[in-house]
Antibody
Framework: EEQLVESGGGLVKPGGSLRLSCAAS????????MSWVRQAPGKGLEWVGR??????????EYAAPVKGRFTVSRDDSKNMLYLQMNSLNTEETAVYYC??????WGQGTLVTVSS | DIQMTQSPSSLSASVGDRVTITCRAS??????LNWYQQKPGKAPKLLIF???RLVSGVPSRFSGSGSGTDFTLTISSLQPEDFATYYC??????FGGGTKVDIK
């Protein structure tokens, strides 16, 4: 069974940094393009960024609001996906999901940006 | 960045109604479009990928169509479990704003 499990969420002050992790199992992670998606309380889904599989160059792409501050990376040897978030602001309080861009989604991890 | 515009943002319908949700991309995305259903407190559930391909196990009352910039999700006969919020998404990219389907 395909499974994604996020971790690393929590409370961070405005301007602070946080790194989220996503552990993948049950599918061939090295073949998957992977994305991060977030959802602020009571709001819609917002795509954050994605990373291609290494065979397609392993390149990354980001949504405009996070470009230059967030970094998506992967460690295929560990079946892990990461999201490094810097210079966080209060509007980025949200549940952060990792996904294979199709049917596999994690349960989400809550990031709260507050002083 | 490609923008995805979904309409309507909400609708009220009755069990048995036919429901249509539209999604427009700001530039052509070929058939690289997914449709998701989300219920409160849950992760999104993929219904349709590549614009028109139904995910295994999803009821056949759900269908998707379109290519290029204009796409449609249709629920042929709304069931009680279908009351939820629906999102379109360019594959590995931007989401539409969502359509909340509630009970009339």
């Amino acid at each position: 069974e395909e499974q994604l499990v996020e971790s690393g969420g929590g409370l961070v002050k405005p301007g602070g940094s946080l790194r989220l992790s996503c552990a993948a199992s049950g599918f061939t992670f090295t073949n998957a393009w992977m994305s991060w998606v977030r959802q602020a309380p009571g709001k819609g889904l917002e795509w954050v960024g994605r990373i291609k599989r290494q065979a397609d160059g392993g390149t990354t792409e980001y949504a405009a609001p996070v470009k230059g501050r967030f970094t998506v990376s992967r460690d295929d040897s560990k079946n892990m996906l990461y999201l490094q978030m810097n210079s966080l602001n209060t509007e980025e309080t949200a549940v952060y999901y990792c996904t294979d861009g199709r049917a596999s989604w994690g349960q989400g991890t809550l990031v709260t940006v507050s002083s | 960045d490609i923008q995805m515009t979904q309409s309507p943002s909400s609708l009220s319908a009755s069990v048995g109604d036919r429901v249509t949700i539209t999604c427009r991309a700001s530039h052509s995305i070929s058939s690289d479009l997914n449709w998701y259903q989300q219920k409160p407190g849950k992760a999104p559930k993929l219904l349709i990928f590549t614009a028109s391909r139904l995910v295994s196990g999803v009821p056949s009352r759900f269908s998707g169509s379109g290519s290029g910039t204009d796409f449609t999700l249709t629920i042929s006969s709304l069931q009680p479990e279908d009351f939820a919020t629906y999102y379109c998404q360019q594959s590995h990219g931007t989401f539409g704003g969502g359509t909340k389907v509630d009970i009339k």
